[in-house]
T-cell receptor
């Protein structure tokens, strides 16, 4: 357990609305990640961060943006939610040594 | 593009059986291979492998990496119903500090 808290844990929203998911960690880990998990696709990287204000795109970044203004918080924003973004979103963190990567409990997002 | 392929995608066994899960990968700058177990929620870490031929072991679970043939196996002996889960394999590259996951193997252990 790496002290990762995701919020909200569950959300239903309408198409076209903005949504922000928050990941908060208490371990002072340098690396933070946002993944989405869908049947038939496994876990796919959306965006990741390797330090405050340092972020980069993953393999499925279209329609998503991120921000990391503090070490402990990594925000994922859907500017205008679409039904294809209905998914389970996992935040993950890793320390500088990257000896292991810890996952949060997941955020279930439904876009109707 | 990095790629991780797991097989089988689904496996149903009886308690007490031994199972072998496979993970093959293609990655440009390999750093490590990780195995995770996922039940209803977040994946939980099992093993990290960085060197070929060195078996990692934890109870009834063990894993080994072959960097020449680009694959890893996860063995579970004397399976129990509590081993039912999705087992995820991921590879980490040296640059970019990110993981690429396979689709996972859904293991079901029946009593």
């Amino acid at each position: 357990d790496a002290g990762i808290t995701q919020s909200p844990r569950h959300k239903v929203t309408e198409t076209g609305t903005p949504v922000t998911l928050r990941c908060h960690q208490t371990e002072n880990h340098r690396y933070m990640y946002w993944y989405r998990q869908d049947p038939g696709h496994g876990l796919r990287l959306i965006h990741y961060s390797y330090g405050v204000k340092d972020t980069d795109k993953g393999e499925v970044s279209d329609g998503y943006s991120v921000s990391r203004s503090k070490t402990e918080d990594f925000l994922l924003t859907l500017e205008s939610a679409t039904s294809s973004q209905t998914s389970v979103y996992f935040c993950a963190t890793a320390g500088t040594a990257r000896n292991t990567i810890y996952f949060g409990e997941g955020s279930w997002l439904t876009v109707v | 593009e990095d790629k991780v392929v797991q097989s089988p995608l689904s496996l149903v066994v009886h308690e007490g059986d031994t199972v072998t899960l496979n993970c093959s990968y293609e990655v440009t700058n390999f750093r490590s291979l990780l195995w995770y177990k996922q039940e209803k929620k977040a994946p939980t870490f099992l093993f990290m492998l960085t060197s070929s031929g060195i078996e990692k072991k934890s109870g009834r679970l063990s894993s080994i990496l072959d960097k020449k043939e680009l694959f890893s196996i996860l063995n579970i002996t004397a399976t129990q119903t509590g081993d039912s889960a999705v087992y995820l394999c991921a590879v980490e590259e040296t640059s970019g500090s990110r993981l690429t996951f396979g689709e996972g193997t859904q293991l079901t252990v029946n009593p």
